[in-house]
């Protein structure tokens, strides 16, 4: 007992110890080199996976028995540091994580492409959100790309935007998703189009399973925001790979039974008819997006679907991503 008692004590001094050496927290959004940086995220993941564990000895103590307190505090805290580390991520996540956006099309030019009219009022849509890669390594790296547009009725010129990261866990013993975390920032953004860029670290200690990165904005009382789901397993990629085999299954995640067909070859298509509408989706019902000219060359980003019914997925220069028929473009590889 008297040797239990010893342990417990050097197990909480040595938290203690590790709670109070652990060097100060930068504030959010204070520039850091990738040293200062790599240095801010070992002591924030230390301070949250510390103060887990003492959480996990605290429980030990109080639902053991008389004879089992102090061996539960003991257990109590090792797991409690071991379960902690997700949590402690979400709680960093600021550190592992950055985003940039910046304006592509001012507000006409967006009216026009989208069909905005003012009688619409406030309108915030997010036009596309990807992920590189969708599955990756513990310890890796993770690329987010996306664009939204901003549209206000006449006289307003600006508003001010609130862009959140955020990371979900799927719990398999719970069945349910478990939020780790999220990171608000805010811009002052003229109307129109913009596109946000950034990335996600994964520490190589951070559990392998199943994540979701979620992209909000929200302006003027409105918001909207897509999800991505992520595979964290160790031997799978360790960051983003090249535009051209970035072939995400997006079509197969988000319509059961659908399946993708990529090719690492660089693949272009030319509208062969008058006019041409891309899609949101790979359908001919499906929302539509831009209205393209025949002659107009674009890389494929994507396909899928059978032989005779093939979609490309492309990009257009304002970073808007969506689908065209294989029937009215000509395919080069």
Not at 41 to 47: D, L, R, V
Not at 246 to 272: E, F, L, W
Request: aromatic fraction near 8%.
């Amino acid at each position: 007992m008297k040797n239990t008692i010893m342990r417990v004590f050097a197990l909480i001094l040595s938290v203690i110890f590790l709670l109070t050496s652990c060097g100060p927290l930068p504030p959010p959004g204070t520039a850091l080199t990738p040293q200062e940086r790599e240095e801010a995220q070992k002591n924030c993941i230390a301070k949250y996976t510390t103060m887990g564990a003492i959480g996990g000895a605290a429980v030990g103590l109080l639902l053991g028995g008389r004879k089992t307190k102090l061996e539960g505090a003991l257990l109590g805290a090792a797991a409690g540091g071991a379960l902690a580390f997700a949590l402690a991520y979400g709680k960093c996540l600021s550190m592992f994580s950055d985003l940039n956006s910046y304006p592509i099309a001012g507000a006409q030019e967006t009216a026009m492409r989208v069909g905005y009219n003012p009688s619409q009022g406030y309108v915030t849509k997010i036009e596309g959100f990807s992920i590189d890669p969708t599955g990756v390594a513990p310890g890796g790296r993770v690329q987010l790309n996306g664009s939204y547009y901003i549209m206000a009725p006449e006289g307003a010129k600006e508003a001010k935007v609130t862009e959140i990261r955020t990371v979900h866990y799927y719990d398999s013993s719970e069945k349910q998703w478990k939020e780790l975390g999220s990171v608000p920032q805010e811009v002052t953004s003229a109307l129109g189009t913009r596109r946000a860029e950034g990335s996600f670290d994964m520490p190589k200690d951070v559990p392998e399973g199943f994540y979701r990165i979620t992209f909000t904005v929200e302006a003027n009382g409105k918001k909207d925001q897509i999800s991505r789901d992520l595979t964290v397993k160790s031997g799978l990629a360790m960051g983003p790979s090249s535009r051209q085999d970035n072939m995400q299954m997006a079509y197969a995640d988000t319509h059961p039974g659908g399946k993708a067909v990529s090719s690492n070859k660089i693949a272009t298509i030319t509208v062969t008819s008058k006019t041409l509408s891309m899609r949101k989706e790979p359908s001919a019902k499906a929302e539509i997006l831009a209205t393209l000219n025949q002659g107009e060359i674009y890389e494929v980003i994507q396909k899928t679907g059978p032989s005779n019914d093939h979609w490309y997925k492309i990009r257009l220069d304002n970073g808007v991503e969506g689908w065209v028929s294989a029937k009215n473009v000509r395919l080069k590889e």
